[in-house]
């Protein structure tokens, strides 16, 4: 079984500042895949960013990347330059190889104060 | 263009009604999914359906029925609706059912408020 975890109930971060939000994966499945949504106030949720356990290279989508350490089962979304936009909640996931179904982890609710 | 979507957006009901979601989505997609997010934010997998073909059946109440008419659309009906059903129904889609990069698209969701 897959397994998500999100320690950080809450983070406060000044505009521009980067930012980390932590994650931690549990699975035995040999391949499987990683994943980012936001939800904003509004509701909806977007994908920001996808790494496989096979991947070599950190996945990078403009101001987002996944600070993968596969020995270590974290999988770290790192935003660049905060924007007061990217104030919302933020979800990893994970995908194995044999259930097929992504398994969420509890979110993180990302405040950027001006 | 929109991607997924779903109707209603908001349904407030009273408790032993039934009452279905739709979903459809225009991306071509194979798979289709339900989620659920309770109120503590945490999202949950309902049912998956690949082709039209049930392939993930979670452990959920038989009051929930999905039903896939053609690989665009998958509904949700609930039967007898409880309290505890509260929450924002979330359907998504996929493009193939295998391993590799298989992102789902969300839906904006559908906000269920039992009375």
């Known amino acids: 079984a897959q397994k998500i975890t999100q320690t950080q109930p809450g983070m406060f971060v000044q505009e521009k500042e980067a930012v980390t939000l932590d994650c931690t994966y549990d699975?035995?499945?040999?391949?499987?895949?990683l994943f980012w949504y936001k939800q904003p106030s509004s509701g909806e949720m977007i994908f920001l960013i996808y790494?496989?356990?096979?991947?070599?290279q950190n996945a990078t989508e403009g101001r987002y990347s996944l600070n993968f350490q596969k020995a270590r089962k974290s999988a770290n979304l790192v935003i660049s330059a905060s924007q007061l936009g990217d104030s919302a909640m933020y979800f990893c996931?994970?995908?194995?190889?044999?259930?097929?179904?992504?398994?969420f982890g509890q979110g993180t609710r990302l405040t950027i104060n001006p | 263009d929109t991607a997924v979507s779903q109707t209603p957006k908001y349904l407030v009901t009273q408790m032993g009604n039934d009452k279905s979601i739709k979903c459809e989505q225009n991306?071509?997609?194979?798979?289709m999914y339900w989620y659920k997010q309770d109120s503590k934010k945490f999202l949950k997998i309902m049912f998956s359906?690949?082709?039209?073909?049930l392939i993930i059946n979670e452990t959920v109440p038989n009051r929930f029925s999905p039903k896939s008419p053609d690989k665009a659309h998958l509904n949700l009906h609930i039967n007898s609706l409880e309290l505890g059903d509260s929450a924002v129904y979330f359907c998504?889609?996929?493009?193939?059912w295998g391993s590799g990069k298989n992102e789902q698209f969300f839906g904006p969701g559908t906000r269920l408020t039992v009375l």
């Open positions: 998504a889609s996929s493009q193939v």
């Open positions: 699975t035995s499945d040999p391949s499987y895949g």
């Open positions: 790494q496989g356990s096979y991947d070599q």
């Open positions: 996931a994970m995908i194995g190889q044999g259930a097929q179904k992504l398994v």
């Open positions: 991306l071509g997609h194979d798979t």
């Open positions: 359906y690949n082709n039209k073909e």
